[in-house]
Nanobody, 127 residues
């Protein structure tokens, strides 16, 4: 069983930045495709960004392209989400997730295909 622990959320003014981290337990982190999702009140959980096992492939939702950057450090079992130019629409609970069955260069898009989830971290952007 893999445990994912997010950190780095908080309250920030519009235009500001936050860096989320997700630390994974275990020794097989480098074999997982990873994703960051967010869920705002009354909305479905949506994929924000994803990264392949080795980090060579990334995906961003249109709403965050050019503002968010996903990265991973397999030596530290950690995936990051750098969020810049934050907007009030970015307010949500952010979750990281791991897909243990991903192909080496694959991006996992569907929530149902992720095997492990963190507990979430709240990001609130004030306007």
């Amino acid at each position: 069983q893999v445990q994912l622990v997010e950190s780095g959320g908080g309250l920030v003014q519009a235009g500001g930045s936050l860096r989320l981290s997700c630390a994974a337990s275990g020794r097989t982190f480098s074999t997982y495709a990873m994703g960051w999702f967010r869920q705002a009140p009354g909305k479905e959980r949506a994929l924000v960004a994803a990264i392949s096992r080795g980090g060579g492939d990334t995906y961003y939702a249109d709403s965050v392209k050019g503002r968010f950057t996903i990265s991973r450090d397999n030596a530290k079992n950690t995936v990051y989400l750098q969020m810049n130019s934050l907007k009030s629409d970015d307010t949500a609970v952010y979750y990281c997730a791991a897909d243990r069955r991903a192909a080496s260069s694959g991006i996992t898009y569907q929530p149902a295909n992720y095997d492990y989830w963190g507990q979430g971290t709240q990001v609130t952007v004030s306007s």
